[in-house]
């Protein structure tokens, strides 16, 4: 066996040279790492746009006071009437001004209007901001439940 | 290249994750050795060129898997290199069942082709790939590579005694492989 051992160490080898093999695999190497690099990058973008996305969207239902306010405060660049802030002021309660409930404050009594049976009540708001314009905006009054008596 | 400590290259290796000029330096250093190792065991260029091909890209892609075991980067990728070879070995015997007209060379031919290339690599690879694809790499790898037995054990995940006796037994199929009149022609040439 130690002549065959012998024998294989001095075997002819060829002297086996890469050439320009060796540096076509090395530019395509490299091509690849930049791909790798990108196609890692491309998820991470996306999967992060997207969950901001969601985040948004959900709290533009859940609170939509929450994302305007997070809106201005981004782009600031908002300087008129924020009338979508009224919205907050839908718990103050305008039921007494309608003439549902408080039929003297819409002076109505004389005008042939008293005699038909109001459907709904609305206030019209006016408001104006620095630049001196104005914005009316509707809001419906919500009509209070008269609890019922229980005998 | 100049050479470089183990350490050295664990922190050549962290750098190669996420920096391809660090890889670059691992594959100007392992390439040609690693291609040499591969044209012994297929003996085709271009089969050779697929093959180190597999093994660097393969190497760049799940380099960030590889685990540092105070083992030579090198070795995995032999490692790397010989199962490529292996799944090669496979396609190409699929290949040679489909061949139809394929030709088998005779004994005869072999001791021609022998006295032809007087102790050439081909002529040797001609038995060589006779042999089992484990006991290929074992003889590849010591004799031609003439790679320590500690080398090979890092390559291959075996120890250095059972790597000895692996060895002992390749030889012996290999010896048995070859025509006794070829086996002793060649010998003779050594004693010569």
Redesign the interface.
Known sequence: ?K????????????E???GP??VR??Y???N???E?KQSRLLPTISVSLVSVLTVMLSLLIIKPQTAYRLNRLVFDNNKDIDYLLFNSQEETDYSNLSSQIRPVATNMQNSPLSMIEEDKSYILHKLRDSSNRTIFYISEVKQKVQPKILY | MEKMTLEEEKELILRAKVD?QA??YL??KY??AI??YV??RVYNHEA??DI??TV??KA??NISLFKWRKIPFSAWLYRIAFNEICNYAKKEKKMYKLATNHDLRSNDKHIDSYIDNQ???KF?HTYLKQLPLKDQDL?TLR??E?KPFTEIANITGKNESTLRVNL?RA??K??EIIPKEV?NE??K???M
């Open positions: 066996m002549r065959l051992s012998k024998y294989l160490c001095s075997v002819n080898k060829p086996f040279q890469p093999f060796s695999l090395k395509e190497l490299k690849k790492f930049l790798q | 391809y890889f670059d594959y100007e390439m040609p291609f040499r044209m012994y050779a060129e180190v091909s660097f890209y760049m892609k102790q050439s690599f040797v003889i004799f031609f003439k002992h030889l012996k290999l010896q086996y060649a010998l040439q050594v004693s």
